[in-house]
């Protein structure tokens, strides 16, 4: 599903999953309420929803500071030309690296990595700036979050 076609859905749709953000867990009645429509048409938008992969599934979100990594941070990672294939699949390889994002501009990558202390932060930090293919990293540790949706 591409994100025009989410984009695409349906203002229900997008209340649904607005709820469902709020509150994963949420019941079918809750979810029901909150956009207006019965249990069953709920019920129906969500398998639908499901089957199109809109929603790949249900999780736990934990706040971070119940997280086992207590130092988070941003790691920003400029790959060479024609190296970014190998340097994901280390990157892949390393547990402490959370999230993966492809993006624009300066940098190729950003990672969101997760650690235990700031020492560990560290050896991370550089294990990533010692792949094969990476040019350079920069680093910003997470304070605090403000917000996560």
Do not use: C, N, W
Request: aromatic share 2%; net charge positive.
């Amino acid at each position: 599903m591409t994100i025009k076609a989410v984009e695409m859905q349906d203002p229900i749709d997008a209340r649904l999953l607005a709820a469902l953000r709020d509150d994963g867990r949420a019941t079918i009645a809750a979810l029901a309420a909150a956009v207006g429509r019965s249990r069953t048409s709920v019920q129906s938008r969500l398998r639908r929803l499901e089957r199109q992969g809109v929603i790949r599934g249900y999780t736990v979100r934990i706040a971070p500071e119940h997280d086992l990594g207590a130092v988070r941070a941003h790691v920003m990672i400029a790959v060479g030309p024609k190296e970014a294939r190998s340097v994901i699949g280390e990157l892949r390889r390393i547990e402490a690296v959370r999230v993966l994002h492809s993006v624009s501009g300066e940098v190729d990558l950003i990672a969101i990595a997760a650690t235990s202390t700031v020492a560990e932060m560290d050896a991370v930090i550089d294990r990533i700036g010692a792949i094969a293919g990476v040019e350079r990293t920069t680093s910003s540790i997470i304070l605090s979050t403000k917000f996560d949706r």
